[in-house]
């Protein structure tokens, strides 16, 4: 049941990214695997350990081993989180278990106790009763090796494990440079034309949006145009980070075609929504920049790491959407920010990076074919 259980759980896992790093049987029966998944600057390590043929004390001499190499991994990792899922056997009694606690220190140690044939996990105290959705996939695979055992080989679900994860087509992302770039020396321009910010008739004559002109006057270019402009350098400055800590990501990763496709739409969106927004409650005020386009980048991200379950670069879908929600708090609190241009362009994002999520050899695995 242990062998059969195990597998079930290390496809639930390898669906989520983790990674099979060590299998160890004893005379062909299966005793302990390790699979670890490295993200947002954590690496977290699931050990499955048959408890019927590993006792108590080996497990903790196994622990006291395991942060010795850790401890090497440190200063590139940020923290580390062990996750001893025992299975197979009796529940220890945690009581007298000599589990030591790690709870503020780099290195965390966690013990569950996982009843097969009951579904129920076990749990010390003062320990954590939750792990991102780790114990989701432990009761998952309870249910499913009751049904039937994976048809694939340990290797196999590997194999697949790895075909599935994302690896970077371009080692530089020199369009996301060349974007900011243009943004710089537009701005420029703008302020050798005599720009400041008590006069928008520069940004006006470089193709900002005002509704009358594009509604009335059918300057429709200027959609287009406001995505690369700026007022002033703070503005700039927000957007440039943006582009470069998001959008060279997602270009090195999903390619060039995808990333202007995702930047120049959702610009484009975030500039209708924008418009909208300009022609029902500030006819005559002016609007231009590239945080429609930005929103839309972290849209594609959230979207795209939610639905293949990997992170581009340790930064995943959780990690945008705490993003959003700080970006989206403080522009609704600031005035003077176009926040339908925010939501315009993270509505586009998220629609391009779905797509991009079921198109690729990343496209989650349908139910049985993992």
Not at 68 to 84: D, F, V
Not at 94 to 111: A, C, K
Not at 119 to 128: A, T
Not at 274 to 303: C, E, W
Request: proline share 4%; with cysteine; glycine share 8%.
């Amino acid at each position: 049941m242990f062998t059969q259980f195990s597998m079930c759980l290390y496809e639930q896992a390898a669906k989520n990214s983790y990674q099979l790093s060590e299998v160890a049987d004893n005379q062909n029966k299966l005793i302990h695997w390790t699979a670890q998944k490295h993200e947002m600057a954590t690496l977290t390590v699931i050990y499955l350990i048959d408890t019927t043929n590993v006792n108590f004390q080996a497990i903790q001499e196994f622990d006291t081993e395991n942060h010795k190499y850790e401890e090497n991994l440190l200063p590139q990792t940020g923290k580390i989180t062990n996750l001893y899922i025992l299975a197979g056997g009796e529940a220890p009694d945690f009581d007298s278990f000599e589990t030591e606690e790690y709870f503020g220190q780099p290195i965390y140690s966690i013990f569950w106790h996982v009843d097969i044939l009951k579904n129920e996990i076990s749990v010390p105290k003062n320990q954590p009763k939750k792990l991102f959705d780790i114990r989701d996939l432990i009761l998952s695979a309870c249910a499913n090796a009751k049904i039937s055992a994976p048809e694939n080989s340990f290797a196999e679900i590997k194999e697949r494990a790895a075909a599935l994860n994302l690896k970077p087509k371009h080692r530089h992302a020199f369009l996301s440079y060349a974007i900011i770039l243009i943004n710089a020396l537009i701005l420029g321009l703008m302020y050798l034309e005599g720009y400041d910010e008590s006069n928008l008739s520069v940004p006006l004559r470089f193709g900002a949006i005002r509704s009358d002109l594009v509604l009335y006057g059918g300057e429709w270019f200027r959609l287009f145009n406001a995505i690369f402009i700026h007022f002033g350098f703070t503005h700039f400055f927000a957007n440039a980070m943006g582009i470069l800590i998001f959008g060279s990501r997602l270009e090195r990763y999903l390619g060039r075609s995808a990333f202007l496709g995702i930047y120049i739409f959702s610009g484009l969106l975030g500039s209708v929504f924008s418009l909208a927004n300009l022609y029902i409650f500030h006819p005559h005020v002016t609007s231009a920049g590239a945080s429609g386009a930005v929103y839309g980048i972290v849209g594609a991200m959230l979207a795209f790491t939610r639905i293949v379950k990997r992170p581009i670069e340790f930064i995943n879908w959780y990690v945008m959407l705490i993003y959003i929600g700080i970006g989206m708090v403080v522009g609704f609190a600031t005035p003077g920010i176009d926040n339908f241009a925010h939501l315009g362009g993270l509505f586009g994002g998220i629609i391009i990076g779905g797509v991009l999520a079921y198109l690729g050899p990343w496209a989650p695995p349908k139910p049985g074919n993992f």
